[in-house]
């Protein structure tokens, strides 16, 4: 095992800066009304930077950033932008241990994970959509001989996006990689609990994009989120978290009649049928591992498998190994290479976390192992530890229905096929589902009558680019991680041309 | 619109003492409030507190209560969606604040606090 150098420590790979402004045009600019706040890691619950505390008139500047760079970055070849979203990538790959201490020390997430998954897959984005926008083509309709009807893809050109704070820079890598390949210029507003780590990336990044392309507002939902998803002057808000604020972003995207998406998480059901136990081999071994998938993350994954449904007649043996693969998990501090769960990313996380177990033992659910903070002592005593925990119950719990964002898994039965999808489907949500079965035939029927954008089939968690990732039902509107979200971020102009010299003949 | 008949049914939602003085606070701070419960990922399953009328409530809203507070002129409606108070109905729901930097856009988290739901079963 070795442990990586906390942030600013002698041996660090990487510093933070003590504090950060706003990202406005190219440099950094102080918030307007002066005020600040402390960032704190979830390692150990100390501040270890400041953050600009963002207003209105911030996002207005930040806009008009945005505004002055728009036409000439909107004019550039997809070959240009392919080649910077090329660059970006290249350096975060140079840069890839350091940007994965940055975001384990400010989410609290194991550093196993942001080297091995989010930074890996953040620069395969970049490069995914530097290819879709090389590759991509408009259409022409022949309408008659001598009329064609021409379909050109253009940016929507200033468009707003709020980012979540399970993956700080995964996700925004989500958000600004096809804007930006579409040609738009953005403002981004990292989320106030996580907001450091992207400009840890901007520091890395800013030479290869001209100023105002990417503009970074950091500040609260309600100070510096609202005048942004509000604001007349965006054509497009693009949001990751939960469904209320959807619901509110709807409604102001309403008022300028502008367009949205959303992903706004789920109650993932994983299930398991009873020929995944007719053979102890690397299959058996790999649904288990699947099985405590629950876990990775902290379970801060809107795709969490957080429901567990075992078929009746394997229901005891599997669960018993789910219970003993969730033991032997590796709890620890995030900066330690073996480390597989650390800590949830804030204060207020691992109290509603300790809330659901409560309201769970309240209504009848069996704690199988886990059920409370992990006491991890020394210097990660004030850190935020939940031990990962096996609920088992039933579907009507609200352990069940509600996304507990931690490292839970609620566990029940069913008897047979048609049950397993009747209780798969007893959701709000329909974001995420795991399938695992030996019986190609049974998979696929599955996989089509689960209501949810992504069933993952025999695996689950993984997120290439190339996979459209998105919502079904209260989850979400819009499709992620694949070149399908250009056209998200792409206006269709349709240029109708008569090629015919002579007149219709109708005045 | 739902409105559970308050003289039918049990009390639904209640305050901490601790909340109620940040409501204060916040109502000194935006004037009247109002809060929506959410769902979903990230911080989905908080309440979000907003100035009135701030959030649109519609028919697919339930009103689960309108919190009472000392001091504070007009009383909170405490709104939930209705598909999700399906599955809460069985529960009470006390609003308690914590420690934290929230998200979303509800009105408290500058403070440094962010508002909690502690439930219990109903009758429990």
């Known amino acids: ?507 | 619109m739902g409105t559970p008949d308050e003289r039918a049914e049990p009390e639904r939602v209640a305050v901490t003492p601790a909340a109620a003085e940040l409501l204060r606070t916040l109502t000194s701070k935006h004037g009247p409030l109002m809060f929506h419960q959410s769902g979903g990922c990230c911080d989905g399953s908080s309440p979000m507190c907003y100035g009135r009328g701030e959030f649109r409530t519609g028919g697919s809203d339930v009103l689960l209560g309108e919190l009472e507070i000392d001091g504070v002129a007009e009383p909170v409606p405490f709104w939930m969606s209705a598909a999700q108070f399906a599955h809460w109905s069985h529960t009470h729901l006390t609003v308690d604040v914590v420690e934290g930097r929230g998200s979303g856009f509800s009105l408290e988290a500058p403070e440094g606090v962010r508002f909690l739901i502690r439930s219990r079963l109903v009758g429990g």
């Open chain 1, 1 to 507: 095992m070795s442990r990586y150098a906390a942030p600013g420590t002698d041996d660090a790979l990487m510093s933070y800066q003590s504090r950060y402004d706003h990202w406005i045009g190219g440099s950094y600019v102080a918030p307007k009304q002066g005020g600040y706040f402390e960032n704190p890691t979830p390692v150990t619950g100390a501040p270890f930077t400041e953050i600009a505390r963002g207003t209105a008139e911030d996002v207005e500047r930040a806009i008009d950033a945005a505004h002055e760079a728009a036409p000439a970055w909107s004019r550039t070849s997809p070959a240009e932008r392919a080649q910077v979203l090329n660059q970006i990538a290249q350096r975060m790959e140079a840069h890839l241990e350091e940007l994965a201490v940055a975001e384990s020390w400010e989410n609290g997430k194991p550093v196993r994970e942001t080297l091995a998954a989010d930074i890996p897959l953040a620069i395969d984005h970049f490069r995914y959509f530097a290819a879709a926008i090389r590759s991509q083509e408009g259409s022409l309709s022949q309408i008659d001989e001598d009329t064609v009807a021409y379909h050109f893809h253009e940016p929507l050109g200033v468009v707003a996006q709020i980012i979540p704070w399970n993956f700080p820079i995964l996700m925004a890598t989500w958000k600004l990689a096809p804007a930006l390949a579409a040609g738009n210029t953005v403002v981004l507003k990292p989320a106030e609990q996580t907001p450091a780590s992207v400009h840890y990336w901007m520091s890395l990044v800013a030479d290869l994009l001209p100023p105002g392309v990417v503009n970074i507002v950091n500040g609260f939902g309600a100070e510096a989120g609202k005048p942004l998803a509000s604001n007349a002057r965006v054509a497009k808000v693009a949001f990751t978290g939960e469904t209320t604020t959807g619901r509110l972003i709807m409604q102001y995207a309403s008022e300028n009649l502008r367009p949205v998406t959303l992903e706004l998480g789920g109650k993932s059901p994983n299930i398991f049928f009873e020929d995944v136990s007719d053979d102890g081999d690397d299959f058996y071994d790999k649904a288990l591992e699947g099985f405590a998938m629950f876990a990775l993350n902290q379970g801060e994954v809107c795709t969490c498998p957080s429901r567990a449904l075992i078929q009746r007649s394997h229901y005891r043996a599997f669960l018993d190994a789910g219970v003993q693969r969730t033991q032997a998990l590796v709890q620890g501090h995030p900066l330690d290479t073996e480390t597989m769960v650390g800590a949830q990313a804030s204060n207020d996380q691992l109290e509603k976390i300790l809330s659901y177990l409560d309201i769970g033992r309240q209504e009848g659910a069996r704690v199988l192992t886990g059920g409370g903070r992990a006491e991890l002592g020394g210097e990660l005593e004030g850190g935020y530890y939940v031990r990962p925990t096996v609920l088992e119950g039933s579907n009507d719990m609200r352990v069940f229905q509600e996304e507990i964002f931690g490292p839970v898994v609620s566990v029940t039965g069913f008897d047979d096929f048609d049950d397993a999808i009747r209780i798969a489907n007893d959701t709000l949500y329909g974001l995420g589902a795991g399938v695992w079965t030996r019986d190609g035939s049974r998979a696929y029927r599955a996989g089509r009558a689960i209501q949810a954008g992504r069933v993952w089939t025999n695996c689950y968690h993984q997120y290439p680019a190339h996979a459209a990732f998105g919502g079904y039902k209260q989850s979400g509107i819009g499709r992620e991680n694949h070149k399908m979200m250009l056209e998200h971020y792409q206006q269709t102009k349709n240029l109708l041309v008569s090629y015919d010299a002579k007149k219709l003949g109708m005045f």
